[in-house]
């Protein structure tokens, strides 16, 4: 087994409008895990969006780096653990499937990768239970995905070179639980075609870089509509941010996060921004803005030297200080 090892592993949005469970989308938003073997083990997360999280073996990379272990036939292993992470907790940007893929990625290269990155899927896949966040982070891109219950599968799109993302943050936690509450246990067939039609073009237009379509064809009718009303003016920016300059908007994974995709090449970038954070602020909700790139790398392993990694033994240290 290595001794120690350092990953770093992006941030994800899901669904991008119609594409619900099924469609995945790595941003340029990251999480770093340190991992070694120790004699007893020990868990360090470091800043704001990691705390609060467990700090004994029941902490969810200490878990799924045991379900490596495991399926690679060995043992429980005692570890030294250390995170940091840039992507917000329960605000629908795949703060879970990037953990997740970081333990899984992090346990594998300890035993000598010894697992497949398709087994990585399949198991983190199960864990998530659904493959479009923890595909995009794992394999980087944009990820169509479909999993029926016990085998996954999915297809990497490059991103269009030009395409930006707006993040924006509402300041409140929406879980991903409780979001999934207000959705309805049957839809009419209608609009069961309406999502089938418009996620296969979203797939085709991102594909062949037909931004023109993307307004259309992000339109959704499978749980956006149910869970505007746990996110005060949404459905207000879903009718209207395109008039701002958004090629499309959508609610980030379950939320309460809103996305925009934005051709960079085209200008209108402020009016966005203050659009959709003044629509929220209307409702009394505070929100910050990101703008990310989409992320083409999915999870990496990074070398010793690298400087996201002495990045986390400078924090180490101050922490020790």
């Not at 790595?26 to 991992?35: H, I, T």
């Amino acid at each position: 087994m290595s001794s120690k090892v350092c990953v770093r592993v992006p941030a994800s949005t899901a669904n991008l409008g119609p594409g619900f469970d099924c469609l995945g989308m790595a941003l340029g938003l990251y999480a770093w895990l340190e991992m070694e073997v120790a004699e007893q083990t020990t868990i360090r997360l470091i800043g704001d969006n990691v705390q609060g999280l467990p700090l004994d073996k029941s902490n969810l990379v200490y878990t799924v780096a045991q379900q490596v272990f495991a399926r690679a036939g060995m043992p429980e292993q005692e570890l030294s653990i250390t995170m940091y992470s840039e992507i917000p907790l329960t605000r629908g940007l795949g703060s879970s499937a990037s953990a997740i893929v970081a333990a899984l990625a992090a346990a594998n290269a300890l035993i000598g990768n010894k697992l497949t990155n398709d087994e990585l899927f399949q198991m983190a896949t199960q864990i998530e239970n659904h493959p479009d966040n923890v595909g995009a982070s794992l394999f980087g891109g944009i990820i169509a995905a479909m999993w029926d219950g016990n085998q996954a599968h999915h297809v990497r799109i490059e991103p269009p070179a030009n395409l930006e993302v707006l993040v924006v943050i509402p300041e409140y936690e929406l879980s991903t639980k409780h979001a999934r509450s207000v959705l309805p246990k049957e839809v009419p067939l209608q609009d069961a075609v309406f999502n089938l039609s418009h996620s296969s073009v979203l797939v085709a237009a991102l594909s062949s870089g037909r931004l023109e379509l993307i307004s259309e064809a992000m339109r959704d009718r499978l749980h956006q509509p149910y869970r505007a009303s746990l996110i005060p003016g949404m459905a207000h920016i879903l009718e209207h941010a395109t008039e701002h300059g958004a090629l499309g908007v959508a609610l980030s994974g379950a939320g309460p996060t809103l996305l925009a995709l934005v051709d960079a090449n085209r200008g209108q970038k402020e009016d966005l921004e203050a659009f959709m954070v003044d629509t929220l602020r209307a409702s009394d909700i505070p929100a910050k803005t990101m703008w990310l790139k989409p992320e083409g790398q999915g999870v990496a392993l990074l070398t010793p030297d690298d400087k996201s990694c002495t990045f986390i033994e400078k924090l180490k240290g101050e922490l020790q200080a």
